[in-house]
Structures are given as structure tokens and as C-alpha cells.
């Protein structure tokens, strides 16, 4: 199979068709059989759900070339497993977790010349997502649904490029209530964190990190990502909410299992004071995720105080560099991982 011709290397993230879509209907109270499309447009009633009531989830995770030329994709069992707890949240049909599995691997093998090249720097994006097509005017679940898979080829998430530290601020606005829906992948967390997005970036900076909403203490993570630290002793320091509000992130829990298991390091998952940071505890910061891989941060803005992070501020520092190589050696397979962590396609 010959690779599209491409400049792999200068991709940013940003959408790109490719040949073929996935996409399943549910109506009647079941999922169609579902396949392969290469009409990348959407037509709905002006009444379905999703334009009123935001009935809307999606998932993200990557396909990566390895070395020996496979196709493989990271631990789509838990994209499929976090998208029904999305799915059953906002009351929506739960797309069986064995046929979102099956349905990555065939849109990803029918794309196989967009899966970017071994050492090419840039992956396959694999965006998931369903929303109700049903029509409602009165608010409640819709009684229809799609679920599609669009991929396209991607580089790094942020401008700045991969490695190099970035600065973000501490956002004036909410990103999930107490017990809300921050702990799922809905659009709808996503449209409101648009406005403090813009005004970041409009002030300079990549990214906003939330804090709690209800006491504004308390670090959750940042608009698109998990984020880690790294205290004086070398400790993994992991943000954990009490009002579950955070995303449980797959990069996360995959690094604080490499952590943990593989780099014999010590994790602390626990709920982190913003004061903490303030105060210069902690040596390296990063953000995790799926787009974001491990991205550095260097420097925290709040209003007018700035936390500097010592090791990891010119370059990306010692630990998360550890914590990167060791992650995206798994997802290319140069590293031996956990049994069933990576999946081959093709
Ligand atoms: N937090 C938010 C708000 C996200 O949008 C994402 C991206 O998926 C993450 C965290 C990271 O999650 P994952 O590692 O599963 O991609
Ligand atoms: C991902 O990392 O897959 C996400 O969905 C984050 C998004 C901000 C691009």
C-alpha cells in the first residue's frame, strides 16, 4: 500500500479528509449492521436533539505506524469503555464496546495510506463521536442517533511544537460543575471552555488551566488535557477531584501505570492545591492526552503572580522526557508495554 504524498512532517492538528468515514444509524430501538462511507457530510432535520439539547459525545485516540511497518492503535478498549459512560450520562444508546473496537480497526485499515509514517513525527487522529438526529421540541433523550468515526492525519496539538514548554494561565471561568459533566467526553464541556480559550490565546498564552469550581482551590486540568507534576523529590504528582469533574484521561492512567511499574517511580494521586504550585513545589509540570502526548509547561500564569518551573522551562524537563519516550515507545511499539495495551490493525 503506498502512503498519500504528504509533508508529514509540518502537519499541524487540524482536519484533513481522508478516503473513508465509518458511520451507524440506531433508530427503531437498535444499531444498524454499520460500514465504511466516503461521504464525510452529515444532513439532519432542522428538530434533531444534538441542534437543541446538545445530546452530543465523541472520543479521540491515534494510530501509529511502528517500525516493522504495522498499524496499530493504544487501548481503544477504554475509549470504548469511557464513550459508553459518556453515552449512558447524557441518555443515549450505548454503541456496544466490542463493535466501537471493530469499527476503529476497519475505518483505520480502509485509511491506511493517511496513517502517517514510523518516525514521521505525526500519527492518525481517530475522532469517534455520536449525537441524536432524532427530533425533539419539548427537552428529552431523542429516540435516534448516529454514531461516526472520522479520521484524519495529524502533528502536534500545540503550535509551539512538541518538546517545547509552553506558558498557560489560570482561567477566570468554569470548565465542569461539581458532579456535572466534567468527568465526560461531551461536546457541550467543550463549547463553553471556546470564550476563555479565545481570551487565552488572544493574552498570549496556549492553554487555560481550571481550577475547582466550587472553591477555586483545587487544580483540575486544562481545556483538552490532564495535567501531571513533578515535585523536589522526583514524585509523579497526579491532580485528583472531589467532586469528580476531571476527564479520566488514557494518557493518564497509562502513564501513572508506567510510572508506577515500569520507570519505578513514586505516584501521588491526590487532590493539588493551587497554592502549591504558587509556592513552588513542584519542578516539572506537563499536560497529558491523547493530542497533547506529554507537552511541557514551563511557566503558569495567574493574573499577576507566575510560577516558573525549574527543570522543565527552556526544554521539556528530565521526568516528562522519561515519561514521553517511555509512552510513545509503547504506542510504536520499541517498547514492550502491558499485554493488550496496543492493538494491531493491519
Ligand atoms: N482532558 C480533557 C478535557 C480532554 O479533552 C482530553 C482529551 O481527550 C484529556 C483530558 C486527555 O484524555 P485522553 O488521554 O484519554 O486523550
Ligand atoms: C484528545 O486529546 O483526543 C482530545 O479530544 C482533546 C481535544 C482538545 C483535541
Known sequence: MEKKD?????????????????????????????????DHTVVLSECAGILHYCQECFEGLKAYTTESGDIVCFRPDLNAKRMADSEKRLVMPQFPEDKFVEAVKQ???????????????????????MFATGEVIGV????????????????????AGAGKPITICVAKYDRAAPHGTGNIKAGLNYAMSLYPY?????????????????????VEETGGANVLFVDKDGTLVVPKSFTDSILPSITRRS????????????????????????????VECGLCGTAAVIS????????????????GCEKMGPVMEKLRT?????????????????????
Open 6 to 38: 504528504l509533508d508529514w512532517g509540518s502537519l499541524g492538528f487540524s482536519y484533513m479528509k481522508t478516503d473513508y468515514s465509518y458511520v451507524c444509524n440506531y433508530h427503531d430501538g437498535a444499531w444498524e449492521e454499520g460500514g465504511l462511507t466516503t
Open 107 to 129: 475505518v483505520v485499515k480502509a485509511n491506511a495510506a493517511w496513517v502517517p509514517p514510523f518516525g514521521s513525527g505525526a500519527t492518525l487522529y481517530i475522532r469517534p463521536l
Open 140 to 159: 428529552k433523550p431523542a429516540d435516534a442517533y448516529q454514531f461516526r468515526i472520522l479520521v484524519t492525519p495529524v502533528g502536534p496539538y500545540f503550535k
Open 198 to 218: 479565545e481570551l487565552a490565546h488572544k493574552n498570549g498564552f496556549s492553554e487555560n488551566l481550571y481550577l475547582d469550581s466550587e472553591t477555586r482551590t483545587y
Open 255 to 282: 502513564l501513572v501505570h508506567v510510572a508506577e511499574h515500569m520507570l519505578g517511580m513514586r505516584v501521588d494521586e491526590r487532590p493539588v492545591k493551587f497554592q502549591e504550585v504558587l509556592d513552588g513545589e513542584f
Open 296 to 311: 511541557p509547561v514551563g511557566h503558569i500564569v495567574d493574573g499577576d503572580k507566575e510560577v516558573t518551573f525549574e527543570k
Open 326 to 346: 517511555t509512552l510513545t515507545g509503547i504506542q510504536s511499539g520499541a517498547v514492550e508495554g502491558p499485554e493488550g495495551w496496543v492493538c494491531k490493525i493491519c
